[in-house]
């Protein structure tokens, strides 16, 4: 049975349960906390310019239809949008009722449809409801002869003034979410512009501050406003004609229609949103074509949602599955791309669908190349839609140029899952999801309204579902049930090390000269400049970690390197001819072992742990009157450590340990024996890459992802 019919078993025999329980039931609606408790009314103002105010630089074909795109994933989530656009002829002939309810994108129009959506936000504020504002363009954006940003309009410049003294200070919202498609987008809502830095810390109302960074206005003055933009290394963003849109717009749609929720709860957070396009655009080889996203949330509140399905039982939903080798990609009746997602396979993923006939495409590597095939979601069909449930055929289709044949290999070719999302939020520093298991109660629910109670087949060989018990609380009339964790909660991100590390001993004898016949290497020293120098520590180390850790709280590991060192043997006499004067050693120690930590989200760490294997063991002695006698052998070794660690992030830590080693003795016939046993303190640097798939090419991936 492939993972798609487990999950559709696992969830159909979740549904009857969830099914029958009473509509009122309070636990069950506690166990499944999908929207927040006080009232929000979001509010947005979306503008798209096709314009260009630089003659040497081409107007773009598909701001307006970004505009459209968003506007309508908006509206489908209950924000209450206004659009500044103006429809281009192809834009106008599809979307024929669009043009009538929308302001043209110039200063004015913009102007306009923000008075009239303030006062609109005003009046649900006076009622008591709590409102936050989505601020959204796509255009061209560029930079001024002052070093300031600004984005571009039909007949002008949208400036940082006017953003941030026009808009975001008028703003009556409690949070403003500003997102950008525009070249150089990061320099209009970041740069500080010229002169010395500020405090990012505004004192008292959020007017106020503005009126005293109104000269450098920067978003440090505004706790409440966070935003996302995304920016490319030519500093360009990019039109696909594949999309009829923006590359970024397109990822940010087809997140905010639910292809980022990590955790199925409806909320789209900052790190969400900025884990699924940085996922998206990470396996574009070429630099031309792939994005750079930048995520900035509101310093109030770093996990606030930008966007939240308040609604979506009953809602129009395609929950998709797979083991990240499929792309899932939503087109309308006309062809043009509504949303794509790819996932892990650690958990389901969904996306909000609009009305109307869709097409769902399936995209998946073959031995001949990547396979597509179509399936027809009727107008009628509503509910949740179980993507593997639909009937695909083969359709055809033709990649045309370098950049095309980039943008179709690797747009969404790294699937988005609890792997990708945990080190995207270890590299950036944002907070991440305070719950980060799937909803999978909520989920239940929605399907056993979409799916008919399964029938089990007659006769006494008839096997039932496996039962996952819904997730309530105990009470006298819903007794304690033990809930079996889903397969996608139970899921691990596997990663690798490479330690590199100085072995140290504050027992070397100044004097180098030891007694008796069996010795160990505790009384050795290293080098004449340094005899506290040892050795170096290698290591290749894994280990893996769940959901909900923020770091191991075990490490795998193979160790070598080399340990040295020499000592002179004291002598009451004139030494008789073959006594040993002189013995230096190197061993290569070829261990396997383990360190164990208790605490697992502390970054200064303790821990401890033991290895065992073989040491080989090169020896030479120095002999009076003879010659020197040498010998190579591997000897059984022990190891005992502990120590502390500073894990900065999974991608690097700091050590210092202690280890005792005990190795076997080396008995050679006229010379005393040796055994490598020592006392020695171990200080290094580990450096850590994911490894969530085997495969070489999603390693790549994701050694290219940490860098970024």
């Known amino acids: 049975m492939n993972r798609a019919s487990l999950l559709l078993s696992a969830a159909l025999a979740v549904t009857p349960q969830l099914a029958h329980a009473a509509p009122g039931d309070g636990a069950a609606a506690a166990a499944v906390p999908l929207v927040e408790r006080a009232h929000v009314q979001r509010f947005a103002l979306v503008i798209g310019s096709n314009h260009t105010l630089d003659r040497k630089q081409a107007p773009l074909r598909y701001a ?5 795109k968003l506007a309508a994933a908006l509206r489908e989530a209950g924000v209450e949008v206004t659009t500044a656009v103006r429809l281009d002829h192809d834009s106008q002939a599809q979307h024929p009722d669009a043009t009538a309810t929308t302001e043209p994108a110039t200063r004015a129009g913009v102007r306009a449809a923000w008075t009239a959506l303030r006062e609109r936000m005003d009046a649900a504020k006076a009622a008591g409801a709590q409102v936050e504002l989505l601020l959204f363009y796509s255009g061209h954006g560029d930079v001024g002869p002052d070093g300031q940003g600004f984005l571009t309009l039909d007949d002008g410049k949208f400036t940082r003034a006017d953003l941030f003294g026009e808009v975001l200070a008028t703003s009556p919202a409690a949070f403003n979410h500003v997102l950008v498609d525009a070249c150089r987008s990061e320099q209009f809502v970041l740069s500080r512009g010229r002169g010395r830095w500020r405090s990012d810390q505004a004192e008292g109302g959020y007017g106020d501050a503005v009126k005293r960074y109104l000269d450098s206005h920067h978003l440090g003055a505004f706790p409440n406003t966070g935003v996302i933009v995304a920016h490319s290394v030519d500093q360009q963003t990019h039109e696909w004609e594949r999309y009829h849109g923006g590359i970024f717009t397109h990822e940010l749609v087809s997140g905010l229609r639910g292809g980022a929720d990590l955790n199925g709860d409806g909320h789209i957070e900052y790190s969400e949103l900025g884990a699924f396009v940085s996922s998206a655009n990470s396996s574009v080889e070429d630099p031309r074509a792939r994005l750079q996203v930048v995520v900035r949330p509101p310093a109030g509140d770093e ?3 930008l966007l939240v399905h308040e609604h979506l039982d009953g809602a129009r939903i395609l929950l998709v599955t797979g083991d990240g080798s499929e792309l899932w990609t939503l087109e309308d009746e006309h062809g043009v791309r509504i949303a794509d997602v790819r996932r892990s396979g650690e958990r389901p993923g969904w996306l909000r669908l609009p009305a109307g006939d869709l097409f769902v495409a399936r995209e998946r590597p073959g031995e001949g190349g990547t396979s597509r095939q179509e399936a027809r979601i009727a107008a009628s069909q509503g509910g949740v839609v179980l993507a593997h449930q639909l009937e695909f055929s083969s359709p055809t289709q033709q990649a045309r140029g370098a950049l095309d044949q980039a943008l179709r290999a690797g747009l969404f070719a790294t699937p988005f899952g609890p792997g990708y999302y945990a080190g995207f939020v270890d590299r950036t520093g944002l907070l991440p999801v305070r719950e980060s298991s799937w909803n999978d109660a909520a989920w239940a629910q929605r399907l056993a309204a979409a799916q008919p109670e399964p029938v089990p087949a007659p006769g006494p060989a008839a096997v039932p579902p496996p039962v996952v018990a819904a997730p309530v609380e105990p009470t006298a009339a819903t007794p304690a049930v033990k809930r079996e964790t889903p397969r996608w909660a139970a899921t691990r991100s596997r990663w690798g090390s490479v330690h590199v590390g100085a072995i140290l001993t504050p027992f070397g004898r100044t004097a180098g000269s030891v007694d008796g016949w069996r010795v160990i290497s505790n009384g050795f020293v290293g080098p004449e400049r340094a005899p506290e120098w040892r050795g170096l520590d290698l290591r290749w180390q894994y280990f893996s970690l769940r959901d909900d850790d923020r770091f191991p709280r075990w490490i795998g590991y193979f160790r070598s390197g080399y340990t040295a060192g020499a000592a002179s043997f004291a002598s009451a006499g004139t030494p008789a001819a073959g006594d040993a004067t002189k013995l230096s050693y190197v061993a290569v120690p070829l261990f396997l072992g383990g360190s164990f930590y208790p605490f697992a ?29 040498r010998d190579v052998s591997a000897r059984i070794g022990f190891e ?8 900065i992030t999974n991608y690097v830590a700091l050590t210092a340990e202690i280890m005792q080693l005990w190795s076997a003795r080396r008995r050679l016939a006229g010379v005393p024996d040796f055994s490598h046993e020592g006392f020695t303190i171990l200080t290094g640097v580990s ?10 090419a999603a390693v790549r991936r994701s050694r290219r992802a940490s860098k970024r």
Request: glycine share 10%; no cysteine; charged share 30%.
């Open 687 to 696: 450096a850590g890459f994911p490894l969530t798939r085997a495969d070489a």
């Open 601 to 629: 989200k502390f970054p200064l760490r303790p821990f401890l742990g033991l290895g065992a294997g073989f040491d080989v063991l090169r020896l030479a002695y120095r002999r009076h009157e003879r010659a020197q006698l």
């Open 303 to 305: 996990r606030r949602a």
């Open 64 to 68: 307006d239809d970004d505009a459209l």
């Open 640 to 647: 005992l450590h502990a120590g502390l660690e500073v894990r």
